[in-house]
């Protein structure tokens, strides 16, 4: 079912709002202009992982002879940090980048009319 979760202006780029939607709560993020919406439960144990920290994903940088020569940071694809126990989380695909089968549950986001709907 299609709820309404908040106006288009309150989801600014990079930003999040957290909401309880139905009988759930759900975190609705806006990367690249593009809206993703998770339940707000973290597979691990339960935490509250929309609330957690964004951040940029982070590349180890390899020589031609795969020597470490430090860090890159991929604003592209940030990551989504559990507060509990720091699980990471792709925000655009919600997987956990050790393993696609830990993810996050994914609720459907559209705009329309400057209105922001989950469907829960
Ligand atoms: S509950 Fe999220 S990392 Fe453990």
């Known amino acids: 079912m299609k709820h309404l979760i908040a106006k288009s202006g309150d989801i600014a780029e990079g930003g999040r709002i957290v909401r309880d939607v139905a009988a759930t709560t759900v975190g609705v993020f806006r990367v690249a202009g593009q809206l993703y919406a998770y339940e707000n439960t973290c597979p691990h144990q339960g935490g509250p992982v ?18 470490a020569e430090g860090f890159r940071f991929d604003e592209t694809d940030p990551r989504l940090v559990c507060p509990w126990h720091g699980f990471e989380f792709s925000l655009t695909t919600g997987c ?12 459907e986001v559209t705009e329309e009319g400057g209105m922001v709907y989950v469907g829960v």
């Open 96 to 107: 956990h980048p050790g393993s696609a089968e830990i993810r996050l549950t994914a609720f």
């Open 50 to 67: 929309c609330q957690g920290l964004l951040i940029p994903r982070v590349e180890e940088k390899l020589n031609a002879a795969r020597g």
